[in-house]
C-alpha cells in the first residue's frame, strides 16, 4: 500500500478544517484570523513536519534511496566505504636564475586562490637533454626526445637547440607549444632540410622541475598543463610565476557523492563477489578516488591475461578525452587491484590496467525540429548522457541506440519534444575495437 504524503500544509490544513466542521457543525474553522483557524494551521504545520520526517525515514530503508549517514551505513554492510575527497599532485616548472634555490613547502597558488605546497628542494640550472629527432614543418620543428626521458619543458621557456647538422636548427628559441612529456615545438624562420640527422644533438633551458601537491581537498585543486600558479613569497633569484607541465596536476577529487557511494553499493548487491572476478576487480577499482567506471576483459590480450579499462567521468568537463586517467591514475589503479590478484598471477606480464583507447564520435545535424538554442543544448546534453551511461569499452555503438537518444530530447524551455531530424553522420552501427572507447566529439548543426 502506498504511503501517501501530503505536499502541502494547507492541504492538511484543509482537512483538519474539514474534520473539525464535521464533528462541530455549529462551528466555522474556515474563518480567517481566529482562534480556531490559528490552532488547526499550528497543528497542521507540525504534522507537515512529521509526513516529511517519515518521508525521509522511508528513503533509509533501501540502499537504492537511502542518502547521508544511512547510505554509509548500508555501505557498511557489505563493507565498502566512501571514498574520501583527495589531493591533487603534479610537476611544474619554475625559472629565474642559475643555482637559485626553490626551497621544500614553497607555496604557490592559481587564478581560483588553491594553495599547493613543493614537495622537495631544488635548484634552478642549465640542463643539456639529449634530442631524438628533430623534424620540420613550415616554420615549427618538432623535437621528439628518446624514451623515458622527459623535457619537462613548458610553453614559452627559452630553449637552445644544439649540434644540428643542419645549424639553422641551432637556435635559442621560446617553446610553442607541448605535445606529450617526450614531445614539443619551437619556430625557426628559414627552411633547413627535414629530419636533421644528428647524432648528438642536444637541447638546454635553465629551470627547476618540481613536484609539488595541493593543501586542500577536492576536484578543483586539479591544474590542467599550461596553468600558472604564482608564489606566495618572493624567492631570491626565482621568477614570480612556474608553470604546470605536461600532462596536468591531477588526483584531486571531491568527497564520494551519494550517487556514485550509492551505485557502488548496488552494484554489490546485485553483481556477487568472488576473487579477482570482473565485479571483485572494479569494485576494488572504484575505491580509488575519482573512478567512475570500468571494464574487464579476460583472456585479452592472451590466455592468462586480463585486461583492465577505467575512466573518471568526473573529471574535467565530464566528456571527451578529460575523461580518461593519466599515467599516475593508471599506476594508483594498478598498485591496488595487484593487492588482490591471486598469488600464481604475473601481475607485471599478464595483468594490463590502461585507459582505453578513445574513439571519438562526432555528430553532424542537417536539420532538426524545433531548431532552438535550448533544443541544441538539450540534444548536446543527451548524447553526452548517453556515452555515458550506454557506450562500453570494446563494444559497438548501435545505431538504434544514439538515434533513440536524440528522439527522447526534449527541449526544456518550451517543453515540446524533437519532431524530427536530419543526422549526416555517424550513420549506421558505429565499430569500436577491443581496446576502445567511444567517446563523444563535436555536436554541430
Do not use: C
Amino acid at each position: 500500500m502506498p504511503i501517501i504524503v501530503p505536499t502541502t500544509r494547507k492541504e492538511i490544513a484543509d482537512r483538519i478544517r474539514t474534520d473539525v466542521q464535521n464533528a462541530l457543525p455549529q462551528s466555522n474553522p474556515f474563518l480567517k484570523e481566529s482562534w480556531i483557524d490559528a490552532l488547526i494551521s499550528g497543528i497542521a504545520g507540525r504534522d507537515f513536519d512529521l509526513y516529511k520526517f517519515l518521508q525521509l525515514a522511508f528513503r533509509q530503508l533501501f540502499p537504492d534511496t537511502a542518502i547521508g549517514e544511512f547510505l554509509d551505513r548500508w555501505g557498511n554492510f557489505k563493507g565498502i566505504n566512501r571514498n574520501p575527497a583527495t589531493t591533487a599532485a603534479g610537476l611544474i616548472t619554475a625559472t629565474g636564475i642559475d643555482g637559485s634555490i626553490v626551497p621544500i613547502a614553497s607555496l604557490l597558488s592559481n587564478q581560483a586562490d588553491v594553495v599547493y605546497e613543493t614537495q622537495e628542494n631544488k635548484t634552478i640550472s642549465s640542463q643539456a637533454t639529449d634530442v631524438a629527432t628533430l623534424t620540420r614543418a613550415g616554420s615549427t620543428v618538432t623535437v621528439t626526445m628518446p624514451a623515458d626521458t622527459p623535457h619537462h619543458y613548458v610553453v614559452g621557456l627559452s630553449q637552445t637547440i644544439s649540434n644540428a647538422v643542419n645549424p639553422e636548427y641551432n637556435v635559442t628559441a621560446p617553446v610553442t607549444s607541448v605535445i606529450s612529456e617526450l614531445i614539443y615545438t619551437y619556430e625557426i624562420s628559414t627552411t633547413p632540410p627535414t629530419p636533421d640527422g644528428g647524432a648528438n644533438i642536444k637541447s638546454t633551458a635553465t629551470f627547476a622541475s618540481i613536484n609539488l601537491r595541493s593543501q586542500t581537498f577536492g576536484e578543483n585543486t586539479n591544474a590542467a598543463n599550461g596553468d600558472i600558479l604564482t608564489f606566495a613569497i618572493a624567492i631570491s633569484g626565482v621568477n614570480a610565476t612556474a608553470t604546470v607541465q605536461f600532462p596536468e596536476i591531477s588526483g584531486g577529487a571531491d568527497i564520494e557523492s551519494d550517487d556514485d557511494f550509492s551505485k557502488r553499493i548496488q552494484e554489490a548487491y546485485q553483481n556477487p563477489i568472488s576473487n579477482f572476478n570482473a565485479a571483485d576487480i572494479i569494485r576494488v577499482a572504484k575505491t580509488v578516488p575519482g573512478v567512475t567506471r570500468g571494464w574487464v576483459q579476460p583472456i585479452t590480450p592472451g590466455v592468462g591475461d586480463t585486461s583492465v579499462y577505467f575512466v573518471r567521468d568526473n573529471d574535467g568537463s565530464g566528456y571527451g578525452t578529460d575523461i580518461l586517467p593519466d599515467p599516475q591514475e593508471v599506476q594508483d589503479v594498478r598498485d591496488i587491484i595487484e593487492l588482490i590478484a591471486p598469488a600464481n598471477m604475473d601481475v607485471v606480464n599478464d595483468l594490463h590496467i590502461s585507459a582505453p583507447t578513445p574513439l571519438t564520435v562526432d555528430f553532424a545535424f542537417t536539420a532538426i525540429e524545433p531548431d532552438t538554442s535550448t533544443m541544441r543544448d538539450a540534444l548536446f546534453e543527451n548524447l553526452k548522457q548517453f556515452f555515458k551511461e550506454s557506450v562500453d569499452v570494446g563494444f559497438n555503438i548501435r545505431e538504434d541506440g544514439y538515434r533513440a537518444i536524440i528522439f527522447q530530447t526534449v527541449d526544456p524551455n518550451s517543453g515540446q519534444p524533437l519532431k524530427s531530424f536530419i543526422l549526416s553522420s555517424p550513420i549506421g552501427d558505429i565499430a569500436i575495437a577491443l581496446n576502445e572507447l567511444g567517446i563523444l566529439g563535436t555536436v554541430t548543426f
